[in-house]
């Protein structure tokens, strides 16, 4: 079986006796080992050697997340020095503290675990919670250094797992701390000061965030090698506003760079007309154009607030001609595009409120998304009760 494209382990085939026999022994000696841990720790043994016996445990079972806990109270409370204003290390030549060794040391013993579990919240959390201790404990420079790499480190993984959600997340949380890290050293710059100030004095959206342009270039790239990734167009559709916001775009600008992104879902669309991680992607596209109240002020981050109810409409009917030319001229039906067709359908109109022969023909289409769907038959019967097809 393969996940993502990745192989997964087969299911497990008849044990004989003999294994039966030696997993049992696996089990008893598993089992001694917890109560070991759980000993030293209910006696405040934080020591190496306890954090050694946590390192065996989690190695077999990387998912026991108390046992994660336990190996973060050993360095706090045992092998981390206190942290007081005096523990702080300068930034001088030669000053590497003794805590550097030991989050190294955590950190590599991450790595092969990783590489087996990929998708193991614990393992993650734990090495961000090493790095955020970095970032406290040490010099900014050699913090630096920790989150730079590590950066290099989640590029690579996901080399091999482009999909792995976990990945991702991770990485938005690298990338952050490098940015609050590097902000520092661009105030320092009196070319930054002396021009990049905005009207409130502080220093302008675009000095504060610089990864945000090789963010988006490696999402996209990630988009480019594989349509068929709800990451990395998530992480598209949060860091284009967000570079639109840090390079002071006017409102023509954005709405530009909207009506770009509907350009290239479209082309993405006609490539794969089924994929579901391009439909959620379009789908947010279009909902811009009909949030009201409080969400409205999402549609100001892409340029297309104000939007007056005609240029509404004339927005939305030209995104149903699309995905009705999908239908006639690519001969596509499938699932996709006929809950594609029905979503926008009810943002131009509320279908209730449709003449007989569009309510009709929608009739079909729902009929139609039934049958390539059966497995969410339930899903598309509630829905078909809001548009009024099932009383």
Known sequence: MASHGVP????????????????????????????????????KVFTLETLSLTSKLLTQNPEYYSIWNHRRRILLKGLFAPLTASNIPSDGPGDTPPILPLIQSDLQFLLPLLRQYPKCYWIWNHRLWLLRQATIRLSPD??????????????????????????????????????????PEAQDQSDALDTSRSTSGTLAPSK???????????????????????????ARLVLLPRYLTEQQATKDTRDKAWREELDLIHRALWTDPDDR????????????????????????????????EDERKRILKGEVAFVRDL???????????????????????????????????????????????????????????????IE
């Open 327 to 389: 239908i006639d001229e690519g001969g596509e039906e499938g699932k996709g595009v006929l809950e594609g067709l029905l979503r926008l359908e009810g943002k131009l109109e509320n279908v209730r409120d449709k003449d007989a022969e569009a309510r009709t023909e929608l009739r079909l289409v729902w009929e139609k998304l039934m049958t390539a769907d059966p497995l969410r038959k339930g899903r598309w019967q509630d829905w078909g009760r809001e548009m009024g097809f």
């Open 142 to 183: 050699v913090a630096l250094d920790l989150w730079t790499r590590e950066l290099a480190l989640v590029t690579k993984l996901l080399s091999l797992d482009g999909r792995n959600f976990h990945g991702w997340g991770y990485r938005r949380g690298v990338v952050a701390a490098i940015d609050e890290l590097q902000v």
């Open 208 to 234: 504060l965030r610089t990864s945000t342009s090789l963010e988006l270039a490696y999402a996209t790239q990630a988009i480019n090698t594989n349509l068929s990734n709800f990451s990395a167009w998530h």
């Open 8 to 43: 997964r382990p087969t299911a497990p085939q008849l044990k004989s006796e003999q294994a039966k026999k030696k997993e049992l022994d696996q089990i008893e000696k598993y089992q001694s080992l917890v109560g070991l841990v759980n000993e030293n720790i209910s006696a």
């Open 277 to 308: 991680a391009i439909w959620a992607f379009y789908d947010a596209l279009t909902g811009m154009v009909e949030l009201e109240g409080e969400e409205e002020a999402k549609r100001s981050i892409w340029g297309v607030e104000g939007v007056e």
